[in-house]
């Protein structure tokens, strides 16, 4: 018999309720999300890229100097994954939320990008 605590941290996949309890962060969680999700942008456009380290190397670590409608337009598309793994995350998706996915995936990528 198994205790549902004695689960891996790789099958225990972070909630809604475990990021609004500050138990994970919100990178944490996006990045979790990310996973469920299969959103990466590895293979994003080099420039793309480094325009999201740029921003992140000038302290804008939201990625707020790309306009919204950019990120809003890569939203396009996420709902059906992004849907399900919300839901086995314990949320449900927003466009706030999608949006939040997407820059994180972003940010991991740029990071990625320079092999740190």
């Given at each position: 018999?198994?205790?549902?605590?004695?689960?891996?941290?790789?099958?225990?996949?972070?909630?809604?309720?475990?990021?609004?309890?500050?138990?994970?962060?919100?990178?944490?969680?996006?990045?979790?999300?990310?996973?469920?999700?299969?959103?990466?942008?590895?293979?994003?456009?080099?420039?793309?890229?480094?325009?999201?380290?740029?921003?992140?190397?000038?302290?804008?670590e939201?990625?707020?100097?790309?306009?919204?409608?950019?990120?809003?337009?890569?939203?396009?598309?996420?709902?059906?994954?992004?849907?399900?793994?919300?839901?086995?995350?314990?949320?449900?998706?927003?466009?706030?939320?999608?949006?939040c996915?997407?820059?994180?995936?972003?940010?991991?990528?740029?990071i990625?990008?320079?092999?740190?």
């Amino acid at each position: 018999m198994t205790h549902k605590d004695d689960r891996t941290k790789e099958q225990k996949k972070p909630t809604r309720e475990d990021y609004m309890s500050r138990r994970v962060t919100h990178t944490q969680y996006y990045q979790a999300l990310c996973k469920t999700a299969g959103v990466s942008y590895k293979n994003a456009k080099p420039k793309f890229l480094d325009r999201v380290w740029k921003c992140m190397q000038e302290g804008d670590e939201h990625l707020n100097r790309i306009p919204l409608a950019n990120w809003d337009s890569r939203t396009i598309g996420l709902l059906p994954s992004a849907y399900e793994a919300f839901r086995l995350h314990g949320d449900i998706p927003s466009q706030a939320g999608l949006v939040c996915l997407i820059k994180q995936a972003a940010r991991d990528a740029a990071i990625a990008s320079r092999g740190e």
